[in-house]
């Protein structure tokens, strides 16, 4: 495979791993997987038809050749539904660590 069509993806594992370290700082976003689900699923849910529905009536269209061609039902590339979980995890993880540290002095 092309080096081009995992772009997308390559983004969004640095995008987690830059990330991952405010778990520590944070107060366990991975460790309550329940509660970080309804945080997320939701938004993912409502931006997945927002794009499917924007894709159907042309008003915007995805690279083949920056993406991996793997299409969901609807023409959706999976990438854009792993985007639609993976920035809101990353933003969750951020929130609650700026959270833990205007809370925490000691974390100052």
Avoid: K, N
Wanted: glycine share 6%.
């Amino acid at each position: 495979m092309d080096v081009d069509r995992l772009q997308y993806l390559v983004l969004l594992a640095l995008c987690l791993a830059v990330t991952a370290p405010l778990e520590a700082l944070g107060s366990g976003v991975y460790r309550r997987p329940a509660r970080l689900a309804r945080a997320v699923l939701p938004i993912a849910a409502v931006l997945t038809v927002w794009d499917l529905l924007a894709v159907a009536r042309g008003h915007w269209h995805y690279s083949q050749r920056l993406t991996t061609g793997v299409l969901l039902p609807g023409g959706l590339p999976v990438e854009e539904l792993v985007f639609f979980l993976v920035i809101p995890v990353c933003t969750v993880l951020t929130y609650e660590a700026v959270t833990a540290r205007v809370r925490d002095p000691w974390l100052r």
